[in-house]
T-cell receptor
């Protein structure tokens, strides 16, 4: 099982770009990298998923280097509502179990 | 609306009592999961099931039991053997494709009286 390591916490001012990096040195060939966002007392929700290179959607970008041993979630121009815990999950959806790391607590300051 | 439903939202357990948390999904997903979250902590895997009538232990299965008699349902029983059950419990489901993602319920907060 690919183990992930993320910073425990990060602070940012509103309007800034935030980059959260996740290390996953033993990622397997068939593993995908998926990021989730969690607000207090709610279930996590999907943000973005990728396998290699760069993926972009309406809320974030995901950068994955060629060796795939790390990935970076990029949140453009954060707002106060982006204050949450962000989890990086590495695994093959067809090959459970899916084990979460400790996540990164992002605090956005006005 | 398709989704995953957990009930109840809040649950209280007396000493020595077993309690069951409900999880139902209408997403036609094969895989279902139970996670436990303690205050300020990440998610820890309790049990998971990839298919009906089959389930596997996760990292912290002791004191818990599950069943998977129907594709839509994956109830979690917190037994009296679980000495510290107070936590936020999350159920999730996922399809079997290569780039599937987890869908979570809204959670059940379990407290001990």
């Amino acid at each position: 099982l690919a183990k992930t390591t993320q910073p425990i916490s990060m602070d940012s001012y509103e309007g800034q770009e935030v980059n959260i990096t996740c290390s996953h040195n033993n990622i397997a060939t068939n593993d995908y990298i998926t990021w989730y966002q969690q607000f207090p007392s709610q279930g996590p929700r999907f943000i973005i998923q990728g396998y290699k290179t760069k993926v972009t959607n309406e809320v974030a970008s995901l950068f994955i280097p060629a060796d795939r041993k790390s990935s970076t979630l990029s949140l453009p121009r954060v707002s106060l509502s982006d204050t949450a815990v962000y989890y990086c999950l590495v695994g093959n959806p067809g090959n459970t179990p899916l084990v979460f790391g400790k996540g990164t607590r992002l605090s956005v300051i006005a | 609306d398709g989704g995953i439903t957990q009930s109840p939202k809040y649950l209280f357990r007396k000493e020595g009592q077993n309690v069951t948390l409900s999880c139902e999904q209408n997403l036609n997903h094969d895989a279902m999961y139970w996670y436990r979250q303690d205050p300020g902590q990440g998610l820890r895997l309790i049990y998971y099931s990839q298919i009906v009538n089959d389930f596997q232990k996760g990292d912290i299965a002791e004191g818990y039991s599950v069943s998977r008699e129907k594709k839509e349902s994956f109830p979690l029983t917190v037994t009296s053997a679980q000495k510290n059950p107070t936590a936020f419990y999350l159920c999730a489901s996922m399809g079997r494709g290569l780039n599937e993602k987890l869908f979570f319920g809204s959670g059940t907060q379990l407290s001990v009286l």
